[in-house]
């Protein structure tokens, strides 16, 4: 497929190198920033512009891999009709294309990027979701090149895939930091919690989270709770997330 892709950011990154690795053609990249665009397009070994005027208009399906919040105002300087167009978000529907672009979509990598850390492309689950049929078809045939695993969702499951994700990736990953911090305090190196981060993760892989929750809140063990509220006396915003964890868990158990 001859494909233009708009953004430079983390998905750009892993997703512009995967296609044209499966034989799409990239014919151009978009991106307002020309340092980490021409990063990209050199990678990609295709044009690029800054200006959505200056599109392309002879792809076969434009991919966005911008911000959120910029899809709308990007795509309403977009001069031409486009064959289709498609965005990688979890949580924005198809009500971000104008009604005058028919041909539209989604192509959403269920998956967390980062520019500098590669990824297994068998690794990556893709949501998809067209306004028409037709469009289905090409998008489903796109992802299957890149990808063994693709789902056919509407907008709501996939926004409610996306908040889900938000808990087990965006939250822990929050939490692994907080976890950081405290340990700094006796410069102690986060290595130390490494093999725990690891097997806690390896468990839920054949087993059911709520059958593999340990810890204080599971057992009800309130004396170890009140001692951990006492040893994060300094750390507020820490000790209002202990509690309401430590609280949702022991509904969760009925406690
Ligand atoms: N990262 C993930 O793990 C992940 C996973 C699945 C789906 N997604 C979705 O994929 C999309 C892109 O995410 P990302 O993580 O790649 O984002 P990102 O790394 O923040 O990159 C966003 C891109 O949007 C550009 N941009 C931001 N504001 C702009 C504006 N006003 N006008 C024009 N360009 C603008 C940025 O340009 P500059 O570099 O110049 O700021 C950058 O090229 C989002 O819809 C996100 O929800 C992300």
């Known amino acids: 497929m001859k494909i233009v892709l708009i953004g430079a950011g ?5 997703l512009g190198p995967l296609l044209k690795s499966k034989g799409h053609q990239i014919i151009q990249l978009y991106s ?3 340092k980490t665009g021409l990063k990209l397009s050199g990678k990609l ?9 200056k599109l392309n208009s002879e792809a076969d399906i434009y991919i966005i891999a911008l911000r959120d919040e910029v899809i709308t105002s990007f795509v309403k300087n977009i001069p031409f009709i ?3 167009i498609v965005h990688t978000s979890g949580s924005s529907g198809l009500d971000v294309f104008p009604a005058r672009m028919k041909n539209t979509g989604v192509i959403y990598p269920l998956q967390t990027f ?3 850390i590669k990824i297994s492309p068998k690794k990556i689950p893709f949501l998809i979701e067209a306004g028409n049929r037709k469009d289905l078809v090409k998008i489903r045939k796109l992802a299957k090149s890149i990808s063994p695993v693709v ?3 509407s907008s709501y499951d996939r926004e409610l895939i996306h908040l889900s994700a938000v808990f087990v990736n965006n939250f822990t990953n929050h939490l692994f930091t907080l976890a950081e911090k405290l340990l700094q305090l006796r410069k102690i190196p986060f290595d130390i919690l490494r093999p725990l981060i690891m097997e806690t993760v390896q468990k839920i892989q054949s087993d059911n989270p709520k059958k593999t ?3 204080p809140a599971r057992r009800g063990d309130s004396a170890i709770i009140m001692k951990h509220l006492k040893m994060l006396k300094d ?5 209002v997330i202990y509690k309401q964890i430590s609280n949702s868990i022991r509904d969760e158990y009925e406690y």
Do not use: I, W
């Open 114 to 116: 980062s520019k500098s």
């Open 10 to 14: 983390n998905v750009a990154f892993h």
């Open 32 to 34: 307002r920033s020309k």
């Open 213 to 215: 929750q340990t810890g």
């Open 45 to 53: 070994k295709c044009s690029l512009v800054n200006d959505p005027k």
């Open 82 to 84: 486009p064959n289709l």
């Open 235 to 239: 750390f507020p915003q820490m000790k």
């Open 151 to 153: 789902y056919e969702l």
